[in-house]
């Protein structure tokens, strides 16, 4: 069976890679960088396993990369994985995924085969069938259903477990818009996943895409939720946010995850998709209010980091600030809509000299901050000299640091532990003043 998946970020090379085990697979891309590093070995994002799949389905033959849209001609099955970026009012930018619909559409008219098209992308409901089915139809002057089959998939894939969530998934989400559409996409997953398919939900294409969106919002909303209890902890001496979310989350209908307080959601889809779920209710006519606290919680959980520090300095112009992970989170070297570089904008416009470091993202904060920072690659150099330090991503290399590092390194040993990596017990001991998250003996 022959694949092609058109866009090659995160979600697309990663969905490529895996389905390059079973299948003949070619990725395709507009950016010509990025498929001719691809072409020679060179894997643009950090992804745990990614690069060890890419050698080995490259080896056998069975992965390739290419700007050229005619390679999806000799595809059965065209996954569409291209980005969904946000439009400053919110609502979602659909123009890579239409440029690819047409650019699909028009290699369908010279097509023998019928092949089905799956859109992967975080699309807003009702993408499929208004917007993907119309442009393909009119650029291939062949009807879905007959000259091609359309299904809505969407990938629910983190980011630094996207392979064991692509070999793993907790569930598969199947929109298809006919019935032959529905046969190919289960087919194709079957064969994939064989012999133990994951549990499958086959519904409606607005259902397949709105699961996605609600999906990502409630996590979202579960996260600016427990960051609430977080500042409810800080006011009330004795309270500890991480032992009131694992009180809530042996709960069976509240769950464990999700519930980890700190200094909010960064990354490329929760803050952007519970945006565009706003913007769509709005549109509507419905009340956004929801999501509007969910996404303030998040916006000012930074500001409450920089208030505590400054509290605790007597000030921020001037001192020797050390972020540790800017990351979105661990384990990933992205910095989109990080909150770690959302701190640093606000320390950086209170005066601070920041320094910064992170196993895998210095490249990434270099770009967003430039030479307003300094980078390190080794935390104890980060740390040395600096008044505070402040943990913004849950990497093991900074678990390991020990009371005695910050005390003996930094000018004022003072430590902001925004992701909880370290035992309040052990930390509060003799000089160094230790602060953290929803602890309300903490504060
Ligand atoms: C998210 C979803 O989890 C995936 O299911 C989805 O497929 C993906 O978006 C997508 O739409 O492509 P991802 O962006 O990789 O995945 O990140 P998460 O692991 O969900 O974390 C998002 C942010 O929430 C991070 O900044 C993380 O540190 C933060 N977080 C997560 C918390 O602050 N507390 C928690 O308890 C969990």
Known sequence: MK????????????????????????????????????????????ENGLSAL????????????????????????ILIAVGTPSNPDGAIDLSQVTNA?????????????????????????????????????????????????????PEFLREGKAIEDTLRPDRIVIGPLDEMSGRAMKSLYRRFYSPKSP???????????????????????????????????????GADVGE????????????????????GFGGACLPKDSRALRAFALQRGLDGSLLRSVMEINDTQPDRIVFAVERALGGISGKVIAI????????????????????????LGKGAELRITDPEAIEGARRELGKNANYY????????GADAA???????????????????????????DARSIYDSKDYRAGALKFMAIGRGDLA
């Open 3 to 46: 694949l092609a998946v058109v866009g090659l970020g995160y979600a697309g090379l990663c969905t490529a890679a895996c389905f390059a085990r079973k299948f003949e697979v070619v990725g395709i891309d507009v950016d010509s960088g990025r498929v001719s590093q691809l072409d020679r070995g060179k894997v643009p994002i950090h």
């Open 54 to 77: 890419l050698k080995s389905g490259m080896a056998r033959g069975n992965l390739t990369f290419s700007e050229d849209y005619s390679r999806t001609r000799g595809a059965s099955v």
């Open 101 to 153: 619909a047409a650019l699909i559409g028009r290699q369908l008219a010279r097509s023998k085969n019928k092949p089905l098209v799956v859109i992967k992308s975080t699309v807003i409901p009702g993408t499929a069938t208004t917007v993907v089915k119309p442009l393909l139809e009119r650029e291939s002057g062949k009807s879905c259903g007959a000259g091609f089959g359309l299904c809505s998939s």
């Open 199 to 237: 549990p499958m939900v086959e519904t409606t294409p607005e259902n397949a895409e709105l699961i996605k969106y609600a999906s990502n919002a409630f996590l979202a909303t579960k996260i600016s939720f427990i960051n609430f209890i977080a500042r409810i902890c800080e006011t009330l001496p």
């Open 244 to 263: 009131i979310a694992f009180g809530m989350g042996l709960d069976p209908r509240i769950g464990r995850q999700y519930l980890e307080a700190g200094p």
């Open 324 to 347: 540790l992970g800017v990351a979105f989170k661990e384990e990933s070297d992205d910095v989109r809509e990080s909150r770690a570089i959302v701190l640093a904008k606000r320390l």
């Open 377 to 384: 690659e080794q935390p104890l150099d980060c740390i040395d």
């Open 390 to 416: 402040i943990v913004m991503a849950a990497w093991g290399e900074f678990k390991k640091l020990k009371p005695q590092d910050f005390v003996r390194l930094m000018r004022t040993p003072l430590l902001f």
